[in-house]
């Protein structure tokens, strides 16, 4: 039995490691996208900025507006209108000040502003939060500006380092998604799947050997990976690089499970490769890759803890830029680990060794 | 000699098809044994529920006396037809990597000697020839050092030299005192390589016994074949049975010597002419009263 799951494992890892070009792509893509994100540190260019405002609960209307008439600063408020007017500004109310700056230091809003005590916080290595002050500023009156700029007490997460858990989460999930339910598809197709369910192997070690090798590769990039980042651009890791090895390998094998769960089947690499754009595309946009979701619809953030993405990304957040223990995690943890056995339960009961 | 594998009553249906209608036959330890037949005639299910690929609706398999139990694919080898080789691979790294799949394995040595793969060893499986590859799909059928091994039509669409070279080691496998059950759509392969024969035909087998008992069975004789179509007239009151083949003149005859003479005697040019025995590939259309489609 371990000689056979070990047999696979190492002629999976082989297949891997020779096709270069899908190799050299796992190692490549994330250091790109990091790369380009490092270089327009003070050039952003994106067009959406989210801005915090806080105000206590009796000073706030239903929705996201504003009630003038209660506020204590005349010309903050003044200059909160003008910046108001500006486009492609979302403004979201905060009852509390303390857990609005916990907020921005995470770069899930990018200024905060207080019109009680007229001051307003930016993250100083955020790009977002430099244009966001800049039309702040610009809104300002002929009687000067009302706000005293205040920058957020301790370190401060740099963008790249809450972007950074974002980019080698997606890097995992194609890797794990595509690399195993494409592969399995199209031993399926060619026959090889066949070949080898006349022989002794049982499905299960078959699977679990293609588990191990996905998890070894995932996990051996993805230490190449955020090695070379941490060199090149100084990351700082609070919590245990253990913790964030654990949560990392749990949320890959969740992905790798769901993976095998889609190829469980199929023989056709076209209609595999939809189901996998179907289930990777929704992740990347609302699994917080790129952007946070903060203010959006509930019901948009409640579809995202569906997916094992966010759950990873968030609890490799939390380590990285918090420092979060495992006792901290336990809600990420039992997710992904509900999830793993999910898809893995379904995808060995639906498994077939040949075309249907 | 003992009984390796029987089939006794063997049915398979598919929603829109019956593909196997109660077929039996019994193979002797030690041969090669031919299951030949048309696309559809329902070969490779028999094959596939004997290989446990597919169930069986009905009917009983028995090898070596039992029913199938977990050994039997521990004892058994298998090639199958169309089957591509794990990219990125060596030949010697997916033999290796199906031999290990196996608690009995054959000696690697002595199954790259067999197969004829030393050139090949180090070569990626993605590189290598047609012939090459149904060796190497031949060497990871023996790479449990099996009983009994499965061959499903492991020469088609190879060169002559290749198919020859393909037949040399099927007659290795069987002088070490293996069990061949070879599907093929070559007459001539059937004839050469095998003991034994089973025609099936729309589910059913149709004719079985070795190659002559066949030939002795249902027609014996010899193909006279003329290149040209004489006129009508010399042809009347001919005494053998003589067909319009696509402007060939074929003559089925239990005399050859008195059919030329008559031929002669009626003024037929000779100059074209052909003469074989009766073979495998006449009988099958015989039976089956169609071509044997590849």
């Not at chain 1, 007017?85 to 770069?107: G, M």
């Not at chain 1, 244009?131 to 957020?152: C, K, M, N, V």
């Not at chain 2, 089925?252 to 100059?271: A, C, F, K, P, Q």
């Amino acid at each position: 039995m371990i000689k056979r799951i070990w047999t696979l494992f190492v002629a999976r890892n082989r297949e891997f490691i020779r096709d270069r070009s899908a190799f050299g792509w796992n190692i490549a893509f994330p250091f790109l996208i990091v790369l380009g994100f490092g270089l327009m540190f003070g050039q952003d260019r994106q067009v959406l900025y989210k801005a915090g405002i806080v105000y206590a609960p009796a000073q706030q209307v239903r929705g996201r507006g504003v009630d003038n008439s209660l506020t204590k600063e005349p010309l903050a408020e003044q200059q909160i209108d003008a910046f108001k007017k500006t486009r492609y500004v979302e403004y979201i109310t905060f009852p509390s000040q303390e857990h609005a700056l916990k907020t921005l230091a995470h770069h899930r809003i990018d200024i905060l502003i207080n019109p009680s005590t007229g001051r307003y916080w930016v993250n100083a290595t955020s790009p977002k939060g430099y244009i966001a002050e800049r039309l702040l500023l610009a809104a300002g009156t002929d009687s000067g500006p009302a706000f005293i700029r205040q920058t957020i007490t301790g370190r401060e997460t740099p963008y790249i380092e809450w972007l950074f858990p974002g980019i080698l989460g997606m890097n995992m999930m194609f890797s794990a998604l595509f690399g195993v339910g494409y592969v399995v598809v199209r031993y399926r197709k060619n026959g090889v799947l066949k070949r080898m369910s006349v022989t002794p192997l049982r499905p299960w070690e078959f699977l679990t050997a293609q588990i191990i090798s996905r998890m070894f590769l995932l996990l051996g990039t993805t230490a190449v990976v955020y090695i070379g980042c941490a060199m090149i651009f100084g990351f700082h890791c609070k919590g245990s690089y253990l913790t964030m090895l654990f949560i990392f390998a749990l949320g890959g094998f969740s992905m790798i499970s769901l993976g095998l769960l889609v190829s469980s089947r199929s023989s056709s690499e076209e209609f595999a490769g939809g189901i996998l754009n179907l289930i990777t595309w929704p992740m990347m946009f609302l699994s917080e890759v790129w952007f946070s979701l903060e203010g959006a619809n509930p019901w948009v953030k409640k579809i995202s803890l569906a997916f094992p993405l966010t759950h990873m990304i968030d609890g490799v957040r939390k380590v990285m830029n918090d420092g979060a223990g495992m006792s901290d995690l336990k809600y990420h943890i039992i997710a992904l680990s509900a999830m793993s056995l999910l898809f893995m339960a379904a995808g060995s009961m639906l498994f077939k060794w040949q075309r249907e | 000699m003992s009984i390796i594998l029987e089939v006794k009553n063997l049915v398979k249906s598919f929603p829109e098809v019956c593909a196997v209608k109660g077929v039996s036959f019994s193979i002797p330890r030690g041969i090669c044994f031919g299951l030949l037949g048309p696309n559809g005639a329902g070969k490779t299910t028999t094959i596939e529920v004997i290989e446990m690929i597919l169930n069986n609706d009905a009917g009983e398999i028995l090898y070596k006396g039992k029913p199938r139990g977990a050994s039997f694919r521990e004892e058994v080898g298998i090639q199958f037809q169309n089957t591509e080789l794990p990219q990125y691979l060596t030949v010697k790294e997916t033999l290796e990597t199906f031999r290990n799949l196996y608690g009995r394995r054959a000696d690697i040595d002595d199954l790259i000697e067999t197969c004829q793969l030393e050139e090949l060893l180090d070569r990626d499986n993605r590189k290598i020839s047609g012939g090459q590859k149904q060796r190497l799909l031949l060497a990871m059928a023996l790479a449990n050092d099996p009983e009994l091994v499965f061959l499903d039509e492991p020469t088609t669409g190879l060169d002559p030299q290749a198919r020859r070279h393909l037949w040399e080691i099927v007659r290795t496998i069987k002088r070490k005192g293996k069990t061949v059950v070879l599907t093929t759509h070559y007459m001539e392969e059937a004839q050469i390589l095998c003991d034994r024969i089973a025609i099936m035909d729309y589910g059913e087998i149709i004719a079985e016994g070795t190659p002559q008992e066949l030939l002795n069975r249902h027609r014996s004789g010899t193909r006279i074949h003329l290149g040209i179509i004489p006129e009508k007239e010399k042809l009347e009151g001919f005494p053998w049975q003589w067909f319009d083949n696509d402007g060939f003149l074929e003559i089925h005859t239990d005399s050859v010597n008195h059919s030329i003479e008559e031929l002669m005697r009626r003024g037929i040019d000779l100059s074209s002419m052909t003469i074989r025995s009766h073979n495998l590939e006449d009988l099958f259309i015989e039976l089956t009263g169609h071509q044997l489609r590849a």
